[in-house]
């Protein structure tokens, strides 16, 4: 089912296109990340499936309704790039004001506060807290009524390793319960396990939508494999299999996706020559970097 | 529904907040020393003494009241966009109307709460130094009636300033100069008029239009007792009474609903 529909959608302020004819959808249960350079447009285009942002030109629909209507706003988690709240308030207080626009029980945003580890620090004001944990209070507000669309930007800036990991898990059990997840994010390396599409942005466009795997196959990027083996014998590998040394007992190798199981038949047959190997497939950084590089020649 | 969270929470928020300390501490500290010592004049001519601490401070609330109502609001909106509370306030199943008139009431709480401790501040003051026979507490009431709606239209006059003004400093630059404007200037340009026009059409036509237009002298036209103590008065009361209660009256209601309508409209076009 569609939860989110993006059809043809631009925005212009005068002669400047910050959104050019963006098309996108999203399933229930599906999470997407949304990868971009700062002013790629994801933040607009984020602002208008809210409604924040009008748009010049396309459609966009939130289960059917137009952005911005009531029902579509009672049906959004938000969580915005730089949240920030009145200091003066508690973070139970700010939860709990929260909780009543959208008429979900009180006791649902004190839930909500201790899944996001902030019960020990709910009654103090919010002035005394640190990035991190008003992102935390920032992606209690987004969970609060179980939205249907969650709109998640740049999320996990201001928290540490381990509180980006217990993020993500909480991501997993949004889209376990039919949330659609619409994320965006500089940090790319957590999201390669974590999501299960990657639309990339450029300048407005939209340049890539698909599945990480699909998305290696259609830019052909080389398979990085690096096998160790001894001193003595590094050179008598390299001979057979091609690549360079490396660090002395080591050889790197790049090949294409359709030459790596016969690449790793070879290297089976090579025996005892081989203490190990390491496959290495494009990582999400260089997919990014090759899909939003300007120059259109390459694909 | 949604206006009473929004009025909730910026109670929550204006019981931390100092302009609301200021305003109750500044209501209670000058209607209780103006109660003490606005007797003083009278002395012992049979003049309600009541009446005498109204006066005083009416001629005291004209000034402040604007004041409080401009310092409570000038923020509201541009505030909210300047700590960037605003966007995820939208995002919710709010309307803007809703936000503006949840805090609106909240504000004129907190004013009708400051006036109204400085009014029984001053009644139980007089009551301890006079007694309580012969008094007449309607035009207590009626003062304090009539600093609500006061504090309403300069409410919504400091919204309209928070939703046009980009930045809050700007914003609290403008009030001051507003205020300046509706409460001292003002009536010194009319007065500067009267005596140009030294009674001429002006002052019989134009004049008491242009005194009533103003809600600060509306509001002090209706709440001076003009025929036992106007000389305490403002010299412009006398001159301005031509207009009528019903039309002073209808000056202090329609600026806050005009005003309120105004900020609205200036609200609606903000993208946070």
């Not at chain 2, 507490?137 to 300033?161: E, H, V």
Request: net charge neutral; aromatic share 6%.
């Amino acid at each position: 089912m569609t939860v989110l529909g993006i059809d043809n959608v631009s925005k212009s302020y005068g002669d400047l296109h910050t959104v050019c004819d963006v098309s996108l959808k999203l399933d229930a249960g599906e999470r997407v990340a949304l990868l971009g350079h700062n002013g790629a447009g994801k933040t607009t285009l984020m602002r208008m499936v809210l409604g924040l942002t009008p748009l010049t030109s396309g459609q966009i629909t939130v289960l059917g309704m137009a952005p911005g209507s009531r029902k579509a706003r009672a049906a959004i988690g938000f969580l915005p790039e730089s949240v920030a709240f009145n200091g003066t308030l508690t973070a139970r207080e700010q939860l709990h004001h929260f909780a009543r626009l959208k008429s979900v029980k009180t006791g649902t945003a004190d839930e909500l506060l201790e899944r996001v580890g902030l019960t020990d620090a709910m009654n103090r004001k919010i002035r005394t807290y640190s990035k991190g944990m008003r992102q935390r209070i920032g992606l209690a507000q987004a969970l609060l009524g179980q939205p249907r669309l969650a709109l998640l930007d740049e999320p996990t800036s201001g928290l540490d390793p381990i509180s980006r990991h217990e993020f993500y898990d909480i991501v997993d059990d949004l889209a376990k319960a039919g949330t659609a997840v619409l994320l965006s994010s500089h940090a790319l390396t957590e999201l390669e396990t974590r999501t299960d599409r990657i639309a990339i942005m450029s300048k407005g466009r939209l340049l890539a939508n698909d599945s990480l795997s699909a998305l290696r196959k259609t830019a052909r990027l080389p398979i990085k494999v690096e096998i160790r083996t001894t001193d003595e014998t590094a050179q008598q590998v390299a001979a057979q299999l091609g690549g360079t040394r490396v660090n002395g007992a080591s050889i790197s190798l790049e090949v294409q996706q359709e030459e790596k199981v016969s690449l790793l038949g070879q290297i089976t047959g090579l025996g005892g020559l081989v203490k190990d190997i390491d496959v290495t497939p494009a990582s999400l950084e260089a997919l990014y970097r090759y899909y939003s590089a300007p120059d259109p020649e390459k694909k | 529904m949604s206006t009473l969270t929004i009025a909730r929470l910026e109670l929550l928020i204006a019981r931390r907040n100092m302009w609301v300390a200021t305003s109750l501490v500044l209501m209670g500290l000058f209607s209780s020393v103006l109660t003490l010592a606005g007797g003083a004049p009278s002395g012992t001519l049979g003049v309600d003494p009541l009446l005498i601490a109204i006066t005083s401070i009416t001629t005291l609330s004209v000034y402040l009241i604007p004041l409080i109502g401009l310092l409570l609001s000038f923020d509201t909106i541009t505030g909210e966009v300047d700590r960037g509370t605003l966007a995820l306030s939208l995002t919710y199943p709010v309307s803007r109307g809703e936000i503006l008139l949840g805090k609106f009431f909240a504000h004129l709480l907190v004013l009708g709460f400051a006036v109204a401790v400085g009014l029984a501040l001053s009644a139980g003051l007089t009551i301890w130094k006079y007694g309580s026979a012969d008094l007449n507490y309607l035009p207590l009431f009626k003062l304090f009636g009539t600093s609500l709606a006061l504090g309403a239209a300069f409410l919504g006059i400091g919204y309209i300033i928070s939703a046009l003004a980009r930045q809050t400093g700007v914003a609290s630059g403008i009030a001051i100069i507003i205020w300046l404007i509706c409460v001292v200037l003002y009536d010194l340009g009319l007065l500067a008029a009267l005596v140009a026009d030294g009674g001429g059409v002006f002052t019989k036509t134009v004049f008491p239009w242009l005194l009533v237009a103003n809600p600060a002298d509306a509001f002090r036209l209706i709440n001076m007792p003009v025929d036992t103590v106007s000389t305490l008065a403002s010299g412009l009361g006398g001159a301005g009474g031509a207009s009528g209660f019903g039309v002073q009256m209808a000056s202090l209601l329609l600026w806050p609903l005009l005003a309120l309508g105004l900020a609205w409209a200036a609200f609606r076009r903000i993208e946070p």
